[in-house]
């Protein structure tokens, strides 16, 4: 089991700046790789950022490169995804999650928290 929190949703301005954080417990989170998705109202959840466990590889889609940052602490167990330049179509629940082997696929990930609203209006 890999327990994850999401937090730092809430509302931001077009063009605004976000920091989400997901924060695991347990040793082995440091082992998985960590996934951000998205899910707006009415269409399926999308992947919008990954990083290894090492953080030596990290991965976009293509909507979200180059605007959004994904890090990681593995002393704090916490990987944090950072949206800059935020846009209308950003609006959605975000959720972390934790995979033992691939990256990119969403069905890699085994472990999901419970989500953060990320609403961007004006």
């Known amino acids: 089991q890999v327990p994850l929190v999401e937090s730092g949703g809430g509302l931001v301005r077009p063009g605004g700046s976000l920091t989400l954080t997901c924060t695991g417990s347990?040793?082995?989170?440091?082992?998985?790789?960590i996934g951000w998705f998205r899910q707006a109202p009415g269409k399926d959840r999308e992947i919008v950022a990954a990083?290894?466990?090492?953080?030596?590889?990290?991965h976009f889609a293509d909507s979200v490169r180059g605007r959004f940052t994904i890090s990681r602490d593995n002393a704090k167990r916490t990987v944090y995804l950072q949206i800059d330049g935020a846009k209308p179509e950003d609006t959605g629940i975000y959720y972390c999650?934790?995979?033992?082997?691939?990256?990119?696929?969403?069905?890699?990930?085994?472990?999901w928290g419970q989500g953060t609203q990320v609403t961007v209006s004006s």
């Open positions: 999650a934790a995979s033992s082997d691939g990256l990119r696929a969403t069905s890699a990930y085994e472990y």
């Open positions: 347990g040793r082995s989170f440091t082992s998985y790789h």
């Open positions: 990083i290894t466990w090492s953080a030596a590889t990290t």
